[in-house]
C-alpha cells in the first residue's frame, strides 16, 4: 500500500482525504487543528505546521511517502520543497514560488509578453498613489502572498487610496507589499488545468458570476460561476490558449494549474494563475458535475507515481452545472431555515454550509471570499437549468439576521 500525505484536513480537503482513501492509498493527514474534520477520515493524523516545510519535513521524513499533494490551499511552495527534499515529484521550488507570490508572477507574466493587467508594487501610501496616477483610476490593490480575495480592493481615487491602503496591508503575510493594477472590465472565467507528462489537459472552464460586482464595491465577491461557458468558442479557445501558454512559462510541469482569465476588448487577461487545484468546490463537485472529470483523483495518483490514463481528462458527459453562494447581509444570525427543502430540489448535488452560519453567530461586512458562508452546487440538463435551480435552491435557505 502506498503512503500519501495530504496537508491540511479542512472541509474543502475531506473530498481529496476520501477520494485518497477510496485509491486505496495510505492516507495520511497533516493539520494545525487538531479537531480538523479530516483527521477521522484519515489513516494517521499529525498536528504540525503545514506552512512551515521544516515542520512537514521532519513528520513525514521517516514514513516512508510515496506522495505528497495539497487540495484547495495555497501551499505549493511547501509541497515543491518538501517533494525535492524526499525526491517525489512535483513542480521545481522555484516555480511554486513564481506561483504564489502575485509580484513574481506578474513579472514574469509582463517579460513574455502573456497579456494581464499592467502593475507595479509600493510599500507605502505616497508610493501608491504615485503609483495608481501613472497607471490612471480605478485601480485594484492586492497583498503581494494571499489569496481568497483578501485585501483586494478596486480604489476609484486618491482619498479612496486613503482609506483602503493599510487595510489591504493587513492582509500581507511575509511581505509588506501591496499590488496597484490597472482595473480591467469583462466577463471572467476560472480555469484548471492538469499538466501531466509535460502536456496541458484544461478540465475546467466556468464563466464567474459577478452580478455582484456593485454591490460589495470596493471588494470583489464572485458569486459562484456556471457551466457550460457562454462565451464564444473562439474567445474559449483563445483563453485557453493563453492559460496553457501561461502554465508553461512560469515553468508549471506537474500537477495542477488554476487561472483567473478577464476578457478584456476580446483579449483573454490573465489576472492569476497559481499552482494548484482551485477551492470553491470547483474541482471537486462542480466540473465532475457538468463532465464526469474529476482532476482529485488523477492528481492523487500522480503525486504516487502511479500511471493514469489521459482519458481520465476527458469529458464523459456534458450537461450543466452552477454553484451560488450564501452570502448573508452582517448582523447576529437568528436562524438559518430552508436547508432541507432546498436539498430535495431535484439536482441540487450538495449543500454545503460553513460551521460558523449557525444561530447567534455575528456575520461582518462582505469583504473577502472567507466571508462566504456556503455553496450549492446544482447539475442540470442545460446552463440555465442548472442556474435556476442554484437560485431556487439558495432563495430557499433563508439567514434571518437581527
Ligand atoms: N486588475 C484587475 N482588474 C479587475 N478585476 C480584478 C483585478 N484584479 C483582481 N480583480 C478581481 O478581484 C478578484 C480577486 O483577485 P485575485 O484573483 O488577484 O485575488 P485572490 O486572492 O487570488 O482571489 P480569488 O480567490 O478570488 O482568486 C478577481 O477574481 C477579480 O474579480
Ligand atoms: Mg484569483
Redesign the pocket.
Same mark, same amino acid.
Given at each position: 500500500m502506498k503512503n500519501i500525505v495530504l496537508l491540511g484536513g479542512g472541509p474543502e480537503q475531506v473530498d481529496a482525504i476520501k477520494i485518497s482513501k477510496e485509491l486505496g492509498y495510505h492516507t495520511i493527514v497533516l493539520d494545525s487543528n487538531e479537531f480538523a474534520i479530516g483527521r477521522k477520515l484519515s489513516n494517521k493524523f499529525i498536528q504540525c505546521d503545514i506552512t512551515n516545510p521544516s515542520e512537514v519535513l521532519k513528520h513525514i521524513e521517516n514514513l516512508n511517502v510515496n506522495g505528497l499533494m495539497v487540495h484547495a490551499i495555497e501551499l505549493s511552495h511547501v509541497v515543491a520543497e518538501v517533494s525535492e527534499k524526499l525526491g517525489l515529484p512535483n513542480i521545481s521550488k522555484n516555480t511554486a514560488i513564481n506561483t504564489t507570490d502575485?509580484l513574481k508572477r506578474l513579472e514574469i507574466l509582463k517579460k513574455n509578453h502573456i497579456p494581464c493587467?499592467e502593475f507595479s508594487s509600493a510599500t507605502n501610501l505616497t508610493e501608491a498613489k504615485k503609483i495608481a496616477k501613472n497607471i490612471g483610476f480605478p485601480v485594484?490593490i492586492?497583498p503581494v502572498d494571499?489569496?481568497?480575495?483578501?485585501g483586494?480592493i478596486q480604489i476609484k481615487n486618491p482619498e479612496k487610496m486613503e482609506q483602503y491602503f493599510n487595510e489591504s496591508l493587513t492582509f500581507c503575510k511575509n511581505k509588506k507589499e501591496i499590488i496597484i493594477? %490597472?482595473?480591467?472590465?469583462g466577463p471572467?472565467v476560472s480555469t484548471e488545468t492538469v499538466v501531466y507528462q509535460n502536456k496541458c489537459y484544461t478540465t475546467g472552464f466556468s464563466d464567474r458570476n459577478?452580478s455582484n460586482l456593485k454591490k460589495y464595491e470596493p471588494y470583489?465577491i %464572485?458569486d459562484g460561476g456556471d457551466m457550460p461557458s457562454n462565451l464564444p468558442i473562439e474567445t474559449q479557445k483563445e483563453a485557453i490558449r493563453i492559460a496553457e501558454k501561461t502554465i508553461k512559462t512560469l515553468g508549471i510541469n506537474f500537477g495542477a494549474a488554476k487561472g483567473?482569465i478577464?476578457i478584456h476588448n476580446n483579449i483573454p487577461y490573465i489576472? %492569476?494563475m497559481a499552482s494548484r487545484t482551485s477551492g470553491g468546490r470547483f474541482a471537486s463537485h462542480q466540473v465532475p458535475a457538468a463532465t464526469g472529470v474529476n482532476i482529485l483523483s488523477s492528481l492523487l495518483k500522480m503525486s504516487v507515481s502511479d500511471p493514469i490514463d489521459v482519458e481520465e481528462f476527458k469529458p464523459k458527459f456534458y450537461r450543466g452545472s452552477s454553484q451560488r453562494y450564501i452570502l448573508p447581509p452582517p448582523g447576529k444570525i437568528v436562524s438559518v431555515t430552508g436547508v432541507e427543502e432546498a436539498r430535495k430540489i431535484e439536482g441540487v448535488i450538495d449543500i454545503i454550509l460553513s460551521d460558523d452560519l449557525k444561530q447567534g453567530n455575528t456575520i461582518t461586512n462582505m469583504k473577502n471570499?472567507t466571508n462566504r458562508k456556503g455553496v450549492i452546487i446544482t447539475a442540470g440538463e442545460t446552463r440555465n437549468d442548472a442556474t435556476e435551480k442554484a437560485v431556487r435552491a439558495r432563495d430557499l435557505i433563508n439567514v434571518k439576521m437581527r
Open positions: 502575485k493587467p485594484v492586492k494571499n489569496a481568497g480575495s483578501r483586494v493594477e %490597472e482595473y480591467l472590465t471572467q459577478y470583489f %464572485e483567473d478577464l489576472l %492569476e471570499h
